[in-house]
């Protein structure tokens, strides 16, 4: 099965078209056939966050592009070119709030054959819903021109299976993202019941699976986010946006060169009896120091980073060990753009083996949002049938696992 996703939930733009077979098992194979990304990151820099506006208009501009981009690559281009005055009204009314995309898209169909692609998978939350709603106009009116039924993606759950991913790069390119002709299989290390750790700018869950694709949300945070809490730091510090890995790359300093603090950040929640977690009390102490320090000096810097980030993989790392010991957790699977923190990753490694409990994580490059988590959280959801009617689909800023 040929699966094209695309992902618009925050400021990545990116589209990617994958050959999969097999359910979860051994048999399951895939290879990405083509994988293209947008980043939006110096848009928003500026700002020193995402701009809803600024991300939707960017995704209008950008998906047309990578689409060709990707079919360019996949070269699987076939069958009789599009006439598109018999769909002109209808793909009119679909993007009506996106005008250059329309026009990006028509001009497009006008040229380009219909590829030979069996669905289209698209992230419809959570997210931000003016992102959500470009990409899931976009799915509607390939899904119309094109005939293909469409498979509604959490994005969360993309995260999830791209981390149950083995990666097998061919050729010798340095970069996964750069390299299109990739194999992937399930990872061997998967046992049941699994808890994945899910750390993102938007996101700071527990989730307990007792199979695939079923969820019990069994941790969240209950102000910021994890990877919100970074950002927030990372404004105080002067450093910029995206905070975390200016953060990090302090924090690894501050640790070469054994720079400790002189003081000691509270670890929010770490002896609650839950496994909850809140990071805004986390961010007031962090302001505290800084307003009693400035102006900071830059070995300051270096060890708020370095005592932020302990005090982090701290929490995080208590709590998924309590969750572990409370459930039985065979496997831990960590996914969202915060589990590309190096960090995190070894303080989790190292403590989980201790319970004989292996993370799984993805690669650091595909870590973060991407489209070919979407496309393959799609093709599971499309083998056993969950398809949605394109006329319904509605984008949820809010929308949960379980």
Same mark, same amino acid.
């Given at each position: ?303 708020? *980073?370095?005592? $932020?980030?302990?005090?982090?993989? =701290?929490?995080?790392?208590?709590? @998924? !060990? #309590? %969750? ?52 393959? *959280?799609?093709? $599971?959801?499309?083998?056993?049938? =969950?398809?949605?009617?394109?006329? @319904? !689909? #509605? %984008? ?7």
């Amino acid at each position: 099965m040929r699966v094209l996703g695309i992902e618009t939930s925050c400021d990545e733009t990116a589209v990617s078209l994958i050959e999969a077979s097999g359910d979860f098992g051994a048999d399951f194979k895939f290879r990405i056939l083509g994988n293209a990304l947008f980043s939006q990151t110096i848009t928003h820099a500026e700002y020193g966050g995402v701009v809803p506006n600024l991300a939707k208009r960017e995704h209008g501009k950008n998906l047309v592009p990578l689409l060709e981009q990707v079919l360019n690559e996949s070269g699987i281009r076939a069958g009789k070119h599009t006439d598109i005055s018999v769909y002109s009204d209808d793909l009119r009314d679909m993007l009506a709030r996106e005008p250059e995309l329309y026009a990006q898209l028509s001009e497009f169909l006008r040229k380009h054959e219909k590829p030979e692609i069996d669905c289209i998978a698209v992230t419809v939350g959570p997210g931000l819903e003016p992102a959500l709603w470009v990409g899931i106009n976009f799915a509607r009116a390939l899904s119309e021109v094109w005939d293909l039924p469409v498979v509604a993606v959490n994005h969360m759950e993309g995260h999830v299976v791209m981390s149950l991913m083995e990666i097998r790069p061919i050729g010798n390119h340095s970069s996964i993202l750069q390299n299109t002709r990739i194999d992937g299989m399930l990872s061997k290390n998967i046992e049941f019941p699994a808890l994945a750790l899910l750390i993102s700018g938007g996101h700071t869950e527990l989730v307990l699976m007792r199979e695939w694709m079923k969820y019990e949300v069994i941790g969240t945070t209950r102000d910021d986010a994890v990877g919100e809490a970074f950002d927030k730091v990372a404004r105080l510090l002067g450093l910029p946006y995206p905070g975390g890995p200016h953060i990090s790359r302090l924090a690894e300093d501050a640790r070469k060169k054994n720079i400790k603090a002189n003081f000691s950040l509270p670890r929010p929640m770490l002896h609650e009896d839950n496994l909850d977690f809140s990071f805004s009390g986390l961010k007031t102490a962090v302001l505290r120091i800084v307003e009693s320090n400035s102006p900071l000096s830059e070995e300051m810097k270096s060890m708020i *980073a370095r005592e $932020f980030e302990d005090t982090v993989a =701290d929490v995080l790392v208590e709590k @998924t !060990l #309590r %969750a572990v010991d409370a459930y039985g957790a065979r496997t831990v699977i960590v996914g969202g753009g915060v589990s590309a923190n190096s960090h995190i990753r070894a303080q989790l490694a190292s403590q989980l083996s201790t319970v004989n409990c292996k993370p799984l994580t993805p690669p650091i490059e595909l870590a973060t949002d991407n489209a070919l988590m979407i496309a393959l *959280a799609g093709y $599971f959801r499309a083998i056993s049938g =969950d398809y949605s009617d394109p006329d @319904t !689909l #509605r %984008a949820d800023g809010n929308l949960k696992l379980a």
